[in-house]
């Protein structure tokens, strides 16, 4: 054999080790499942970093469902199925009671073993409670949520308006404002309407803030109160005020954002993901025109908001359940936790990155949204969370679109909730 084919062959041969090694190292593929309305972009970044930090793992996402539900619904027919295509699943903070019942999520407290307290106490409390059923670790925060009001600065500094503090005054500023701006377009005040999973916290709200409850201190349904008519009420007045959009039963929570951003809504019940969009979006009207308060509340009642927020799930039927929940871990992180904050403005799960320097230059308004977090209530937590979440939304719906009455809505609630609540 000549020299030069020696060395040739012995080139080729590193060469193959090398490839072998780099082919070994890049095995594992994790798929991770997002809803397109929780930033798959920003996600895309974060993994980025950790596939550098982690040259074996090759992170893909997948995104589905325009709505919670929606995705909850394409979710149900993979996990049905036994499916191994997904290894991580974001879900939302209504899910981890039902996802431990179908025994959907890998638990993961034999992964975090000795580590698991000391971990879950540093979350927010709202999202250690949420994620832990039975005593398992179904899964872990990615990102917390609430409702807050969002309102146009210059309009309200226009008509020499304060942030309303009560219903009441919103609708008085928000009729003002549209007389003002003789703007056909100009919405007063939007909200989830549409038979989607929001539209359960545009009821429950003014429920709260009326000092009820769905459920009392037994479990039991409790809508038999005035708190329980109080929605109804205050959204047949913004009806009949015109604050409301005349198609507000078929606002879904991101179309909300959307006409917002295009400088049509003076007020809006809405969630943290928002700010970004109206910050960063290059085709934003209302870039450094917009302010976050927490919500209104009656004059007689209490302030009061809908907790939400995304969890981080490993999948059941994964392939790769130490490789996902390696990936879960630093995405359930605070170095993640500030990225979000400051790429998406999502809220974070731990009470420190509210304060950090970088995440106030980007989201000012985080310096008061911990409080208005903490207080935030959460939607009943029941196995059964698909039918009641459906019982409600569709009642408000069809109240809001007019087919049905709040009487006729309350009563069809009461009958359908009362025997999964007994
Ligand atoms: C937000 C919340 C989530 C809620 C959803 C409703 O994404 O984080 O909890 O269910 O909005 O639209």
């Not at 799960?349 to 310096?367: C, E, G, I, Q, S």
Request: proline share 6%; net charge neutral; glycine share 6%.
């Amino acid at each position: 054999m000549s020299i030069t084919r020696r060395t040739a062959l012995a080139v080729a041969a590193a060469a193959a080790i090398v490839a072998g090694s780099a082919s070994a190292q890049a095995q594992t593929t994790l798929k991770i499942f997002t809803g397109g309305q929780q930033r798959p972009d920003v996600m895309r970044q974060i993994l980025d970093v950790y596939m550098q930090r982690n040259p074996g793992i090759r992170a893909e996402v997948e995104v589905g469902g325009a709505t919670s539900e929606q995705q909850q619904q394409y979710l149900n027919t993979v996990l049905a199925s036994r499916d191994s295509a997904l290894d991580i699943i974001l879900i939302d903070v209504i899910r981890p009671a039902q996802w431990a019942a179908a025994q959907w999520a890998e638990p993961l407290d034999p992964y975090l073993g000795a580590e698991k307290d000391a971990m879950m106490a540093r979350y927010l409390p709202a999202y250690r409670e949420a994620n832990v059923v039975g005593g398992r670790v179904i899964a872990l925060p990615y990102f917390a949520d609430s409702q807050f009001l969002y309102y146009r600065k210059d309009l309200l500094q226009k008509y020499g308006f304060q942030p309303p503090r009560t219903w009441d005054e919103l609708i008085t500023q928000a009729q003002r404002i549209k007389q003002g701006e003789g703007n056909a377009n100009l919405q007063g005040f939007s909200t989830a309407g549409a038979p989607i999973e929001g539209t359960v916290c545009t009821y429950l709200v003014p429920v709260w803030g009326s000092g009820g409850n769905l459920t009392n201190a037994q479990g039991r349904l409790a809508l038999d109160g005035a708190a329980a008519k109080r929605p109804f009420e205050l959204f047949a007045r913004m009806k009949d005020t015109g604050v409301l959009p005349n198609n507000i039963a078929e606002i879904v929570t991101d179309r909300i954002r959307l006409d917002f951003q295009a400088g049509n809504v003076i007020f809006a019940q809405q969630w943290g993901y928002a700010w970004n969009r109206f910050q960063a979006d290059a085709d934003s009207q209302v870039k450094d025109k917009v302010g976050v308060v927490p919500l209104p509340s009656f004059a007689d009642g209490q302030p009061s908001t809908c907790i939400g927020g995304w969890q981080l799930a490993v999948s059941a039927f994964s392939r790769n359940k130490q490789a996902a929940v390696n990936l879960v871990r630093f995405l359930s992180s605070p170095e993640v936790s500030k990225m979000q904050a400051i790429l998406a403005s999502h809220l974070p799960v731990f009470p420190d990155v509210y304060t950090d320097a970088d995440v106030l230059k980007a989201n000012p308004w985080f310096a008061e949204a911990q409080p208005v977090v903490r207080a935030a209530r959460t939607r009943p937590v029941s196995p059964r969370y698909t039918e009641v979440s459906d019982i409600i939304r569709s009642n408000m719906n069809a109240f809001l679109a007019g087919t049905r009455n709040a009487d006729q809505a309350l009563a069809d609630m009461t009958t359908r909730l009362t025997p999964i609540f007994r």
